[in-house]
T-cell receptor, first 113, second 111 residues
Framework: DAKTTQPPSMDCAEGRAANLPCNHS???????VYWYRQIHSQGPQYIIH???NNETNEMASLIITEDRKSSTLILPHATLRDTAVYYC??????????????FGPGTRLSVLP | NAGVTQTPKFRVLKTGQSMTLLCAQD?????MYWYRQDPGMGLRLIHY???????AKGEVPDGYNVSRLKKQNFLLGLESAAPSQTSVYFC??????????FGPGTRLTVT
């Protein structure tokens, strides 16, 4: 699975959009981009994933560049409860070997009042 | 629908003691995983299972054993606990190849 690079920390004002970048320059054609977050001491929470098209759900939007070498997770109206560590993970989906998600250090997002 | 649950939530062991962590899921997921997370670090995979009766080693399997006798349960055992095993342990489950759903974690301290 391709490795990812994320900034260690970011701040965002409450009510504003939080844009979290992720670089994955060695991504392969069959690898998806997944985003998880971990709110203090809790288990990681799935947010969204995508292959090459932009994706949106009730939590966030995922923008993937045309060359797929980077992506951005967008929280449209950040709240204090969005303060968490956000993990960008690249892996092959629907493989049959139960491969894990490799969680790196992630980006610590602080939403400020 | 409780999702993924873990028992116990907290535990303190003395060096050399043994214990078993229980993970249960009610989503009929095929795959289950055990991770550990040390302070300031990401999660590291210990063992995983792709189905009832099957287990496989992850990134950091030494000192741990697992069993998956029932589809809904995945047990993590520490035969002889060491201080280096002080950590937060997370269990997860998923359908084949889909996103993983995590439990709330077990905080283990080995003195």
């Amino acid at each position: 699975d391709a490795k990812t690079t994320q900034p260690p920390s970011m701040d965002c004002a409450e009510g504003r959009a939080a844009n979290l970048p992720c670089n994955h320059s060695t991504i392969s054609g069959n690898e998806y981009v997944y985003w998880y977050r971990q709110i203090h001491s809790q288990g990681p929470q799935y947010i969204i994933h995508g292959l090459k098209n932009n994706e949106t759900n009730e939590m966030a939007s995922l923008i993937i560049t045309e060359d797929r070498k980077s992506s951005t997770l967008i929280l449209p109206h950040a709240t204090l409860r969005d303060t968490a560590v956000y993990y960008c993970i690249v892996r092959v989906a629907r493989n049959n070997y139960g491969q894990n998600f490799v969680f790196g250090p992630g980006t610590r997002l602080s939403v400020l009042p | 629908n409780a999702g993924v649950t873990q028992t116990p939530k907290f535990r303190v062991l003395k060096t050399g003691q043994s214990m078993t962590l229980l993970c249960a899921q009610d989503m009929n997921h095929e795959y289950m995983y055990w991770y550990r997370q040390d302070p300031g670090m990401g999660l590291r995979l210990i063992h995983y299972s792709v189905g009832e009766g099957t287990t496989a080693k992850g990134e950091v399997p030494d000192g741990y054993n697992v069993s998956r006798l029932k589809k809904q349960n995945f047990l993590l055992g520490l035969e002889s606990a060491a201080p280096s095993q002080t950590s937060v342990y997370f269990c997860a489950s998923s359908r084949v190849g889909y996103e993983q759903y995590f439990g709330p974690g077990t905080r283990l301290t080995v003195t």
